[in-house]
Nanobody
Framework: QVHLVESGGGLVQPGGSLRLSCAAS????????MRWYRQAPGKERELVAA???????NYADSVKGRFIMSRDNGKNTVYLQMNSLKPEDTAIYYC???????????????WGQGTQVTVSS
């Protein structure tokens, strides 16, 4: 009943920029937090950025100063503006949301299918 859909990935040269989007759909009552993760082949999944709704935005040290996460509360959508991209940013980027939806009484974590970001010259 809850779907997260990422978009905006693609191929970009080093130093370039991409903007990822993640839209959550369903009968959603409360969104507690939304996060961006990434995973490269052979590596473990890592947290890139997170927004706690009504709270703070946090970033991994590796992307601070380059990536900006933002949200559109009316659409339950978050974005990840990625600037000054490096080859080591190449990964599948996943959207994650902690939210409560009908008919659940508690919040749960949901995941999108991911979008590929490739940084290469």
């Amino acid at each position: 009943q809850v779907h997260l859909v990422e978009s905006g990935g693609g191929l970009v040269q080093p130093g370039g920029s991409l903007r990822l989007s993640c839209a959550a759909s369903g009968i959603i009552f409360t969104v507690n937090a939304m996060r961006w993760y990434r995973q490269a082949p052979g590596k473990e999944r890592e947290l890139v950025a997170a927004i706690v709704f009504g709270g703070n935005t946090n970033y991994a040290d590796s992307v601070k100063g380059r990536f900006i996460m933002s949200r559109d509360n009316g659409k339950n959508t978050v974005y990840l503006q990625m600037n000054s991209l490096k080859p080591e940013d190449t990964a599948i980027y996943y959207c994650n949301a902690k939210l409560r939806s009908y008919p659940s009484a508690v919040s749960k974590d949901y995941w999108g299918q991911g979008t590929q970001v490739t940084v290469s010259s």
